[in-house]
């Protein structure tokens, strides 16, 4: 299980360790293990129910593997609850868009700079000095994450009446208002037709090399994943089938098997 | 610029109350206050009393308005924290001589660690199951007050009489009207307080939990910390409402603070526009002028005439005064511009 280990040099920025989950008798993930390297862009692949989102859950705490480690620069994440993982850098966006709907773009936003700030009820009510420039700063920041994802035109309209398109971005401007070292992306093409899932791959490669910020993708959209995708790991049925370049994996017998079913089915 | 003449053409949207919506421009603010600063000095006693009665309501509104309308929690409960402070007051005032001013914050400490105690337990429920537990809160604080263990404190059944403060510096103003000043600029701080506390990192987070908690506690907001600290908040306003209600009506007893009270105060947040903070007072005015007229109306049918007013208010505009402020601000923005 740690061939992926041997083959790299420099230490992973994340380790995925034999990780299992079982969910009263049915197991969801058996002995998953795989290495994200810093600057990276992973694909995380597989078939409806292969195990894609409850290794993502894992990532952010919402489950609890029952056996193996998951390791952030070398350190064990399951100690610790879903709210102190934006702050260890590991942001996310869901599968199907959880913004704050009530809330202007800008106040959506503002709330992913939450683990990278401090306060308390009553410096914020009496707005004290120190607050007003923590919020000058936030402000800033919020200013130049929406110019970078072209949301400057919508900043004070409220999420719920955006179109799903521009709520992804939105969702995008928000985890990365937390400066993540590690974007986790749930299925981000789901919902795009053809020319928006090209513009979002564009992004997803822009945010890595600008922000130096790696990437993990979850995703079913198998054109996004092999054309952007410098590592792909392919799950099935909660095990790993194959991991490796785009074009080794989708070479893999056992991964075509996966996709299209074998001969004798 | 396009932006803007986008919403503006848009139907108004009453669901959502983005953040700046949550307050008043500071023009119609500054003829609000105008108002309240000039008006009581040409109305006689009994209505200024009453005026102070409308603005500590709608402190106990607000603090309500900052629960369900900031942080999304109901609460059925409220009258239990206005008791608690209000008992609070009257009994550092009455047993232990201490002036009516520092009993208030000592009401608000008290109310804001019982809020934040009980949001605890409160953690687990949500939505209409946290709605009964404050029920059952509400439900059981008159009888706690009567038991003979507090007796001592409390007057038991028959309640505490409190000495109504005269004005101080030797300044030429009526009890009430001093009480009334005083309370007003309480009601200021705190408006100023809670609108700061909406607008920042914390008040954030409370929006963020009433929209959704998953994302919220991605972002690495500690859902459970906020949502205690919304309660106490809510309870420690509260209880300051209640401590500047037992001075100005100068008595407590336990069957003031009945869940009456509760509901009242929660249709005041209803009546007034949940999570529009100005709508906190139009709706205290609602729940303390209504009755009176219902009466007017009809002496034996006042309940029936009542249910029928509140009845039209919520088939006609059903988010409250917010929703009547609003579409009163895009008329006027259109005489503006004809």
């Known amino acids: 299980m740690t061939q992926a280990q041997l083959a790299r040099s420099s230490d992973p920025l994340l380790a995925v360790r034999d990780v299992n989950v079982v969910f009263g008798g049915i197991v969801a993930l058996a002995g998953v293990s795989f290495d994200m390297h810093q600057g990276q862009i992973l694909g995380l692949i597989g078939p409806n129910g292969a195990g894609k989102t409850t290794l993502f859950n894992c990532l952010s705490r919402l489950y609890q593997p029952s056996a193996g480690d998951i390791l952030m620069e070398g350190r064990s994440i399951l100690s610790r609850p879903p709210h102190r993982i934006a702050e260890i850098g590991i942001g996310r966006t869901f599968q199907n868009v959880a913004l704050f709907p009530n809330l202007s773009v800008l106040d959506n936003v503002r709330v992913g700079t939450h683990a990278r700030t401090s306060s308390d009820i009553i410096s914020d009510s009496l707005r004290l000095a120190w607050v007003r420039r923590s919020e000058s700063a936030v402000n800033t920041k919020v200013q130049e994450i929406l110019a970078y994802l072209d949301l400057e035109s919508v900043a004070h309209r409220t999420v719920s009446g955006l179109p799903f398109g521009t709520q992804k971005r939105v969702e995008l401007a928000r985890a990365l208002a937390a400066d993540p070292k590690i974007l986790l992306l749930d299925e981000p093409a789901g919902g795009l037709n053809h020319e928006e899932v090209y513009v979002l791959g564009d992004l997803i490669r822009r945010i890595r090399d600008d922000r130096k910020i790696t990437v993990l993708l979850v995703e079913h959209h198998m054109g996004l994943v092999m054309s952007i995708a410098d590592h792909v790991v392919a799950l099935n049925f909660g095990r790993k089938l194959a991991e490796g370049t785009p074009a080794q994996v989708q070479a893999d017998p056992d991964v075509i098997k996966a996709y299209l079913g074998s001969k004798d089915q | ?338």
Not at chain 2, 43 to 72: C, D, E, P, R, W
Not at chain 2, 88 to 114: D, H, K, R, W
Not at chain 2, 159 to 185: C, E, H, I, N, R
Not at chain 2, 296 to 306: C, D, E, P, Q, R
């Open chain 2, 1 to 338: 610029m396009s932006a803007i003449e986008e919403v503006g053409s848009q139907a108004p949207a009453v669901e959502a109350v983005p953040k700046r919506a949550m307050t008043l421009s500071s023009g119609t603010a500054f003829v609000v206050v105008l108002l309240l600063l000039v008006v009581p000095l040409f109305v006689k006693n009994f209505i200024i009393f009453q005026m102070t009665m409308l603005l500590i309501y709608g402190l106990a509104v607000l603090a309500l308005n900052i629960l369900t309308g900031g942080s999304g929690q109901f609460s059925l409960g409220q009258s239990a924290f206005y008791a608690v402070g209000a008992y609070t007051s009257a009994i550092l005032m009455e047993q232990y001589n201490i002036n009516y001013a520092l009993t208030l914050p000592v009401a608000g400490v008290v109310c804001f660690g019982f809020g934040f105690l009980f949001g605890q337990p409160a953690l687990r429920l949500s939505g209409v199951y946290l709605a009964l537990a404050t029920f059952a809160l509400a439900t059981a604080m008159p009888q706690i007050l009567k038991l003979g263990f507090f007796e001592h404190w409390t007057g038991g059944v028959q309640g505490l009489v409190v000495t109504k403060p005269d004005a101080p510096f030797g300044l030429p103003m009526s009890q009430d009207m001093w009480l009334y000043y005083f309370t007003l600029a309480i009601t200021i701080a705190i408006y100023i307080f809670s609108v700061n506390l909406l607008r920042s990192r914390s008040g954030r987070a409370f929006m963020a939990i009433r929209d959704n908690e998953i994302a919220a506690s991605a972002m690495g907001i500690d859902v459970a910390t906020y949502k205690t600290l919304a309660f106490g908040v809510s309870a420690g306003i509260t209880g300051v409402a209640g401590g500047l209600g037992a001075i100005a009506v100068q008595f407590v007893a336990p069957d003031s603070y009945t869940i009456v009270l509760a509901i009242s105060l929660f249709l005041g947040m209803v009546v007034g526009g949940v999570g529009w903070l100005p709508g906190s007072f139009i709706g205290a005015a609602f729940i303390i002028f209504v009755p009176n007229i219902a009466e007017g109306i009809s002496k034996g049918l006042s309940g029936a005439v009542f249910g029928v007013l509140l009845f039209l208010i919520i088939f006609l505009v059903p988010h409250g005064a917010r929703q009547v402020a609003m579409v009163a601000q895009q008329l006027l923005s259109k005489v503006r511009k004809t």
